[in-house]
Each structure stands twice: as C-alpha cells, then as structure tokens.
C-alpha cells in the first residue's frame, strides 16, 4: 500500500513538473535553466533521478547537475556516485533540439 502511494506522489509531482515546463504563458514557465542538485552522501534513485531530469531536458530547457558535499564522503563512494549519476543522466534522452546534460 505504502509503495502505491509513494509512486502514485511521484508520478504526480512528475505530471505537474511537465505541466509547469510546458505552460503556454511565459510567466507560468520556470526559470531558463534547470539545476538538479544531488547531495554525495545521499541515497541515489538511478530510476527517479533519470526521469525528474528527462522533463526539462524533454523540454529544450538546459540541464545542469552538480554534485554537493563532495568531502563527506571517500574517494571510492565519490566514484561510486559519479557512476550512479553518469548512469542516471545517460538514461535521458536528448531533447529535440539535441542538447545534453550538463
């Protein structure tokens, strides 16, 4: 029950993301740039992760991701999360107009 719930938030919060990147009206659209900002001791959503950033970029707005309290952790782990992001980001697909995450 708990996991339906917590998938049926996410699939929400996704909707009103792609809501909000495609308004019509310039002042309902977001900022000119998105900044997805991951913290290095935090739990990574490889799945999650990739869809939350897969809206913008589906949108031709630019993508940016940057890694946070990089010395918190070890030098193996910060491996570890660079891979995990690296593999997060190249489940995206380009948008339209080609462009990458950064």
């Not at 659209?29 to 589906?58: D, M, T």
């Not at 940057?66 to 918190?72: E, G, K, Q």
Request: charged share 20%.
């Amino acid at each position: 029950y708990m996991h339906r719930r917590q998938v049926s938030r996410w699939l929400c919060l996704l909707n009103d993301l792609q809501v909000k990147f495609e308004a019509a009206q310039p002042s309902q659209q977001p900022a000119a740039a998105v900044v997805y900002v991951h913290k290095a001791g935090a739990r990574i959503a490889v799945n999650r992760i990739s869809e939350a950033l897969a809206v913008p970029v589906q949108s031709n707005i630019p993508t940016f991701v940057a890694l946070t309290d990089i010395h918190a952790v070890d030098e193996r782990d910060l491996s570890d999360i660079h891979k995990s992001l690296e593999g997060a980001i190249s489940l995206v697909k380009r948008g339209t107009l080609g462009r990458r995450i950064a």
